[in-house]
């Protein structure tokens, strides 16, 4: 029990250790060397509990997606008789909460941010699996709340609105970019941006023309 219990302690601290060193240097930027270093344990740890560098890459992405689908429900823990406005709703609160956690350490989302950004070969997979997820789910609420007037284009258009208003807001609250001046949206919760961009998006939605071809 006891050894399991330091061996439990040892991957945890390889993981965080190795976490925000592939967060600011990336995968290729980090050494075995740094890393044992950081968590102060011996350098054979990683072969032996992630057998490398690669499986502690990818233990650490996995970790960190883990910790945040058990801590925040993409679906918002809606019930499937929810209106479909309503489930875009809690969608967007929780897929803003995902994306801006002020609670949970800086690095598991800077760690994400840069494998979206720059993908390795090693967690491509990880990462994709998960915004294919979160992707089909809001693809779902919005040809709900459209019905068949809206076409793949503008389905997938709205899509990418919507993530995209709430990864900026999640961006600039976890940042304050000092080129912007709008200091009064810090003041804001994500509670209260979610329910702007939900607002803002299904009004897009209802009012969108039947579907045309892109370009046209």
């Excluded at 803003?96 to 720059?118: F, G, S, V, Y």
């Excluded at 000092?178 to 939605?205: C, M, V, Y």
Aim: with cysteine; net charge positive; glycine share 8%.
């Amino acid at each position: 029990m006891v050894l399991q219990q330091q061996e439990h302690s040892t991957r945890q601290r390889l993981i965080e250790a190795a976490g925000q060193l592939f967060a600011e240097k990336g995968f290729n930027g980090t050494s075995i060397r740094q890393v044992c270093a950081q968590a102060k344990v011996n350098l054979s740890a990683v072969d032996y509990h992630f057998g490398g560098k690669e499986g502690l890459y990818a233990s650490t992405c996995i970790y960190v997606l883990d910790r945040r689908n058990k801590a925040i429900p993409l679906d918002g823990g809606f019930r499937i008789d929810t209106s479909a406005s309503g489930r875009l709703r809690a969608f967007i609160q929780s897929y803003m909460a995902r994306t801006c956690d002020l609670k949970r350490p800086l690095w598991e989302q800077q760690l994400i941010h840069r494998e979206m950004m720059n993908p390795t070969p090693i967690a491509r997979g990880i990462i994709a699996s998960t915004m294919s997820e979160e992707v089909q789910t809001l693809k779902a609420i919005i040809r709900d709340i459209a019905g068949s007037k809206m076409d793949d284009d503008q389905l997938e258009l709205c899509v990418l609105s919507i993530m995209g208003q709430c990864h900026f807001h999640a961006h600039y609250r976890r940042y304050k970019a000092t080129g912007l001046q709008w200091p009064h949206l810090l003041t804001k919760t994500n509670k209260d941006i979610a329910e702007h961009i939900s607002r803002f998006s299904l009004a897009g939605i209802q009012s969108a023309p039947p579907g045309t071809a892109s370009g046209s």
